[in-house]
T-cell receptor, first 112, second 110 residues
Framework: ELKVEQNPLFLSMQEGKNYTIYCNYS?????LYWYRQDPGKSLESLFV?????AVKQEGRLMASLDTKARLSTLHITAAVHDLSATYFC????????????FGTGTRLKVLA | DAGITQSPRYKITETGRQVTLMCHQT?????MFWYRQDLGHGLRLIYY???????DKGEVPDGYVVSRSKTENFPLTLESATRSQTSVYFC?????????FGSGTRLTVV
């Protein structure tokens, strides 16, 4: 059974600092997604990672995937207040399926 | 507008009542999903559907029923609502780039 763990669960950081959110999963998978959720809102797709070593970047966020370690990271560079949100990773349950298991989320608060 | 529409946005119901949450997509995505979101649990899959008339259980299906007679609609029914089903419910459809989520339904069972 696929399990997805994120850490930390909560992260409070100052503007301008760097930090990394980790997403570990327990079984082999061919796709991993990162989503952002603002308070009271729906989830917004950030990145899709499809292969070992994949790296995607958008602004101050960079996501990477190591399928051998079953680990994805979401790196935040020089955080700004607008990045405050909850971030989820989601892992495909089996190859070729659209069924995903989500991590518990990391609630990020960037302090001015 | 194209996308996924959930209704209602907010619902308060009493314990033991039946309640149906609606989900409609304007695309023709084959896969549709229902998740519930609770603090400390992230999103948990309730049911999903690979196509019209094809549905399957997710992680937490007990107490829920789904149907999918048409590709564009995927309603979720709580047959006899319990307080533990108080949650935010998200419907999603799947495309190659990932899920597109509806705006969610906040359900409170009193």
């Amino acid at each position: 059974e696929l399990k997805v763990e994120q850490n930390p669960l909560f992260l409070s950081m100052q503007e301008g600092k760097n930090y990394t959110i980790y997403c570990n999963y327990s079984t082999t998978s061919d796709r991993l997604y990162w989503y952002r959720q603002d308070p009271g809102k729906s989830l917004e797709s950030l990145f899709v990672l499809l292969s070992n070593g994949a790296v995607k970047q958008e602004g101050r966020l960079m996501a990477s995937l190591d399928t051998k370690a079953r680990l994805s990271t979401l790196h935040i560079t020089a955080a700004v207040h607008d990045l405050s949100a909850t971030y989820f990773c989601a892992v495909a349950v089996t190859s070729g399926t659209y069924k995903y298991i989500f991590g518990t989320g990391t609630r990020l608060k960037v302090l001015a | 507008d194209a996308g996924i529409t959930q209704s209602p946005r907010y619902k308060i119901t009493e314990t033991g009542r039946q309640v149906t949450l609606m989900c409609h997509q304007t695309w023709s995505h084959s896969y549709m999903f229902w998740y519930r979101q609770d603090l400390g649990h992230g999103l948990r899959l309730i049911y999903y559907s690979a196509a019209a008339d094809i549905t399957d259980k997710g992680e937490v299906p007990d107490g829920y029923v789904v149907s999918r007679s048409k590709t564009e609609n995927f309603p979720l029914t709580l047959e006899s609502a319990t307080r533990s089903q108080t949650s935010v419910y998200f419907c999603a459809s799947s495309a190659p780039y990932g899920y597109t989520f509806g705006s969610g339904t906040r359900l409170t069972v009193v």
